[in-house]
């Protein structure tokens, strides 16, 4: 325990699951806390859930789904019974056609017909036969692995809709990392022995489990249930303060100014956007650390949730689109992630995800116009028609994705270096807070050593939590950079 004297207050920036984990676990401790967060309405960050006419839907799908039992168990003491078990339903939906996914051989095969699952059956015997030495691309490695058309069919138009980046710009390593699993060979086994089970969690492919747990209304309970209690015990968060200036001196952050005032504390916690925290810092960093803070880059997305007047579209709880004559890439189906997130039993809510860049055309067009664009899109799909769609609401998500590019790794580590040795005070977690491209759980267990690190003084470093939120004691220098979810990379230039 923390002697009298010695007494800690921890301001956290960001109401996320990565702030709000932090929070739960400080006042577990029986630390005061005060979280910022710039939304004047809710908590939950981009696991918020949003409610239009009664109908709720995520920013994005929200598996809640953990290798990390720490985490599992810390869902199930927040919510109880509010935990829904889910079975999963994901397809690939191309030309008219819905294909198993994750990918099963024999399925995709029948689906393709036996002209076409021919010409990809002796497309893969020759990039196995004859593989490119030394892949250098995502386009090259997926290859490698499956045969080109295969590749065309289930990786090129996904992949450059969701990164905006051609597949031969990307780096193999993404693939490597990502993929490994799905092997055409490896799929074709698991359907001709698929008795085999894993013999402990640790041993499960995310990409592959068939079941997880959700929240009845909506990621956005578990963080509003959160606030809830942090409120109970006299530690409100500070909704619609958004983070203006960091004050520091001496080595150390002193306070938070937002809007609404000014918040001092003797640790602080971060899980706003490296540039944005770099930016607010006064008096400012470094110009090499701004340098590096503004070179990172962000993917942004838009979700258009469509409410339809019938009882059921399709049985998915989501669905890849890797037809490229739309722009949409993903289409969730929330009333089967939970039955609760629709009011009427009758109508169906689907979310329809578009990923873009801030400012381009796509992100810069009116709500009424991307309205539009979804429900022709559906109604050219041919999943609905468009006078089957009643009501519809946009939201626009910044910065939803950390864009990994070939110097990224060299930025973060600058912003790292001058925070641990000029401003010890002030931590680092979460997806934007580290700017890794993680999974809910990974944020979350990031937060949790923060906080032990803060209310214990432990030696607790976030940063070697691994993709699947495992804490490893021992890491070896160039490591750090395998921890997160990994994303593409742009092929490094030659020198």
Known sequence: MIAEGERKHVVVMGAGPAGLTAAYELLKHGLPVTVLEKDPKQVGGLARTVEHNGYR???????????????????TEILGDEMLSRGRLSRIYYRGRFFAYPIQAFNALRNLGPFEATLCLASYLRARL?????????????????????????????????????????????????????????????????????????????????????PRLGPGQMWERVADIAAAKGQPVQLGHAVRRIHHRDGAVTSVETDGGTFDGTDFISSIPIRELINR????????????ADSLGYRDFISIALMIDRPSVFPDNWIYIHDPSVKVGRIQNFKNWSPDMVPDQARTCLGLEYFCFEGDG?????DAELVALAKK???????????????????????????????????????????????????????????????????????????????????????????????????KVGEHDLTGRQVPTRIPAEV
């Open 57 to 75: 839907f995520d920013i994005g799908g929200h598996r809640f789904f953990s290798k990390n039992e720490e985490v599992e168990e810390l869902w």
């Open 130 to 214: 004859r593989p490119i030495k030394h892949p250098k691309t995502l386009e090259e490695w997926v290859r490698n692995q499956f045969g080109w058309r295969l590749y065309s069919i289930f990786f090129k138009t996904y992949t450059e809709k969701v990164w905006g980046i051609s597949t031969r710009e990307l780096s193999a390593d993404w693939a490597a990392q990502r993929i490994k699993s799905l092997d055409l060979w490896v799929v074709i086994r698991s359907a001709l022995l698929p008795s085999r089970k894993a013999k402990k969690r640790g041993e499960i492919v995310t990409t592959l489990i068939d079941r997880f747990r959700y």
């Open 281 to 292: 810092l006064d008096p400012p960093a470094p110009a090499p650390v701004r340098k590096a």
């Open 362 to 366: 796509l992100w810069s067009s009116s």
């Open 377 to 475: 899109e559906l109604a050219q799909l041919g999943i609905c028609g468009e006078g089957e769609v009643f009501d519809g609401v946009v939201v626009r998500q910044q910065k939803a994705y950390p864009v990994y590019d070939d110097s990224y790794q060299a930025h973060v580590g600058v912003v790292r270096e001058y925070l641990a040795t000029s401003l010890p005070n002030l931590h680092l977690a979460g997806r934007n807070g580290m700017h890794k491209y993680n999974n809910q759980d990974h944020s979350m267990m990031t937060a949790l050593l923060v906080a032990r690190s803060i209310a214990a003084g432990l030696a607790l470093d976030p940063w070697k939590v691994n993709a699947d939120a495992v804490y490893h004691e021992d890491i």
